[in-house]
């Protein structure tokens, strides 16, 4: 009896055993999305809003979004079309349009970069530094005709800006031997040294550039300031927008506000069709309008001149369809909560101030 008893456990826990060995595995959790956002200068504006959009918004999306500094702009351009890994990008607008003029005048490289890639949103100004010695006679934009001039680095925005600024305002490209290609740190160094003339520098203000400078550096330099009545003030209002360096952005520098140009940044994508790769991005688009509000409170100030808001766009340029669909979805939700009136919002009070005894007992109603 013992033995049969023992033979049947024998065999009931063989058959178990089989059952589990055979089993299908559990699955493991899918891992988070790791991509890349290329930005600018570790000490400019691009690599703290990136920063923003990797920990606001990717990290609540399930992406692991690593923030990689870059020279700026043109570099993201091509970094965004060739780079494996990298899916996000920032680019300055004047970048982005000389892409997709030297395209439309027949570069087929310039075409091969530019054409796949979609804009996801219109981010925020960015105020464009004239920057010189505080000893300097230079007073106005307009004066810098034949000085030295750091451009920024090749493959930067500021080199694009610096270099459009001076063709539209003096009909004339930089001469070679004036223009310097230093980055932000190295023409400020060589400005005090008196081996260039002007650094002209693309960053949001406040940019920790000037904000982290040594306050005894930062009284040997000023900033130059647009003369509304100069003809090259006129000529470059063709492209560049009128902005303001505010004091209150550098308490400790400027001691009043300073007229200057702008250029607008914008998020940028490639036309991606992947499923998984179009699946997270839309969760990306998802938590950007969820958390929009995050960003603006607690993110780099610039975050406080961005709009959720997808305005036209010039030939050429093209929103990423997936991304835009959300994001204009999520605009009307939030410009239609935000258009309540204040007699609707006393009406809704009044509903809920009318409470029944059963209400007012479940704390329901006050």
């Not at 589990?20 to 999305?33: E, K, L, Q």
């Not at 005048?105 to 804009?119: H, K, M, S």
């Given at each position: 009896?013992?033995?049969?008893?023992?033979?049947?456990?024998?065999?009931?826990?063989?058959?178990?055993?089989?059952?589990?060995?055979?089993?299908?595995?559990?699955?493991?959790?899918?891992?988070?999305?790791?991509?890349?956002?290329?930005?600018?200068?570790?000490?400019?504006?691009?690599?703290?809003?990136?920063?923003?959009?990797?920990?606001?918004?990717?990290?609540?999306?399930?992406?692991?979004?690593?923030?990689?500094?870059?020279?700026?702009?043109?570099?993201?351009?091509?970094?965004?079309?060739?780079?494996?890994?990298?899916?996000?990008a920032l680019v300055q607008s004047d970048v982005y349009q000389a892409y997709?003029?030297?395209?439309?005048?027949?570069?087929?490289?310039?075409?091969?970069?530019?054409?796949?890639?979609?804009?996801?949103?219109?981010?925020?100004?960015?105020?464009?530094?004239?920057?010189v010695r505080a000893d300097s006679p230079l007073k106005s934009i307009n004066?810098?005709?034949?000085?030295?001039?750091?451009?920024?680095?090749?493959?930067?925005?500021?080199?694009?800006?610096?270099?459009?600024?001076?063709?539209?305002?003096?009909?004339?490209?930089?001469?070679?031997?004036?223009?310097?290609?230093?980055?932000?740190?190295?023409?400020?160094?060589?400005?005090?040294?008196?081996?260039?003339?002007?650094?002209?520098?693309?960053?949001?203000?406040?940019?920790?550039?000037?904000?982290?400078?040594?306050?005894?550096?930062?009284?040997?330099?000023?900033?130059?300031?647009?003369?509304?009545?100069?003809?090259?003030?006129?000529?470059?209002?063709?492209?560049?927008?009128?902005?303001?360096?505010?004091?209150?952005?550098?308490?400790?520098?400027?001691?009043?506000?300073?007229?200057?140009?702008?250029?607008?940044?914008?998020?940028?994508?490639?036309?991606?069709?992947?499923?998984?790769?179009?699946?997270?991005?839309?969760?990306?688009?998802?938590?950007?309008?969820?958390?929009?509000?995050?960003?603006?409170?607690?993110?780099?100030?610039?975050?406080?001149?961005?709009?959720?808001?997808?305005?036209?766009?010039?030939?050429?340029?093209?929103?990423?369809?997936?991304?835009?669909?959300?994001?204009?979805?999520?605009?009307?939700?939030?410009?239609?909560?935000?258009?309540?009136?204040?007699q609707q919002a006393s009406q809704k009070t009044q509903v809920r101030s009318?409470?029944?005894?059963?209400?007012?007992?479940?704390?329901?109603?006050?």
């Open positions: 009896m013992l033995t049969t008893t023992l033979a049947r456990w024998l065999a009931l826990t063989l058959t178990v055993a089989m059952s589990v060995a055979h089993a299908a595995p559990t699955p493991a959790p899918s891992p988070a999305a790791h991509y890349k956002i290329v930005t600018g200068p570790e000490r400019g504006t691009y690599i703290q809003i990136g920063a923003d959009l990797s920990k606001y918004v990717a990290g609540p999306a399930g992406i692991d979004l690593e923030v990689m500094p870059s020279k700026g702009s043109a570099e993201n351009v091509q970094r965004m079309r060739f780079e494996p890994g990298v899916k996000l997709v003029d030297m395209a439309n005048n027949g570069n087929a490289d310039a075409g091969t970069a530019i054409r796949p890639l979609r804009l996801i949103m219109p981010l925020y100004d960015e105020e464009i530094h004239f920057v004066e810098i005709k034949d000085k030295v001039i750091s451009v920024g680095l090749i493959g930067s925005g500021t080199a694009q800006s610096a270099t459009t600024l001076y063709r539209l305002m003096f009909g004339t490209p930089i001469p070679e031997q004036n223009a310097q290609h230093l980055s932000n740190e190295d023409a400020l160094a060589a400005l005090i040294v008196k081996k260039i003339d002007v650094a002209i520098i693309v960053a949001g203000q406040p940019a920790k550039l000037f904000t982290d400078m040594n306050p005894d550096l930062l009284q040997q330099i000023r900033v130059l300031r647009v003369d509304p009545n100069a003809p090259e003030t006129a000529r470059a209002k063709q492209t560049y927008f009128p902005a303001t360096l505010r004091a209150s952005s550098y308490p400790n520098w400027l001691k009043e506000d300073v007229p200057t140009w702008t250029v607008k940044a914008f998020l940028v994508t490639y036309d991606y069709g992947l499923r998984d790769t179009v699946v997270n991005l839309n969760r990306f688009a998802d938590s950007l309008c969820t958390n929009f509000d995050a960003l603006q409170e607690h993110g780099h100030p610039k975050w406080k001149q961005v709009k959720l808001e997808l305005p036209g766009l010039g030939k050429g340029w093209k929103y990423y369809g997936p991304v835009e669909k959300r994001l204009r979805t999520c605009a009307a939700t939030r410009t239609a909560a935000a258009s309540a009136t204040p009318s409470c029944t005894d059963q209400e007012r007992l479940l704390l329901l109603c006050k």
